[in-house]
């Protein structure tokens, strides 16, 4: 959205809401992306082969519900945070909690383990490609949200594009679960987040440009 059309728009009383077409387009550009983070996994990693047996497993929904939280949490910021004037309200303890829940169940695995079996826990067998591949997943999530987010009217362009970053990285998080072997809690805890965090940082350190209207 240009400077000249958020004045036009408040200066009639229109809504961001009013002036439907961006709204749809950010939708519909966040699912392209999504898709092709999925089409990307299944092409080039690819599905876990045993996914059928593990996703009869808690530990693999827990992995899954993990991501998926902060995904809508970061969802939610990132329609806020489109809207001039908009808060963010309860948003940050809602995207705490899920972070703060897996680091206990993390401690509590740490706590229950036997100090030899700990190492295997927090590594596991893919941690040195993990936040890559989350990252990797996450791009086409990351240019189509910065894409459609251009056409609508951010304010606060820093916290916008984290916030961007941020779904993008959940959602390759959530992507990756399909591909990914891992399901002890200490690993989710870190690598994943790790993974998550990266295209946040990047969203942070390039989103005022890639904003600017």
Known sequence: MKTNDLIVMLATGASVER???????????????????TILMA???????????V???????????????????????????????????????????????????AGMAFATAEPGERAALFFGNTWQVCPFLITMLATPVFAASFWAMRD????????????????????????YCFHCPELEVPFIAFWYL??????????????ENLLRW
């Not at 002036?19 to 983070?37: E, I, K, N, Q, Y």
């Open 43 to 53: 092409k080039a990693i690819p599905v876990n082969p045993d996914l059928a047996t």
């Open 19 to 37: 002036a439907g077409d961006p709204w749809r387009r950010l939708v519909h550009f966040m699912g392209f992306g999504t898709l092709v983070s």
């Open 194 to 207: 790790l993974g998550i965090l990266i295209p946040t940082a990047a969203g942070t350190v390039l989103g």
């Open 152 to 175: 609508l009217a951010p304010t606060n362009l820093r916290l916008a594009s984290a916030a961007a970053g941020l779904f993008s990285g959940a959602v390759g998080a959530v992507v």
């Open 55 to 105: 996703i009869q497993l808690a530990s693999f929904w827990q992995k899954l519900g993990f991501a998926a939280a902060i995904a809508a949490v970061a969802l939610l910021m990132v329609f806020r945070l489109s809207r001039p004037g908009v808060r963010l309200g309860n948003v940050f303890p809602a995207l705490m909690a899920p972070i703060l829940a897996i680091w206990i169940l």
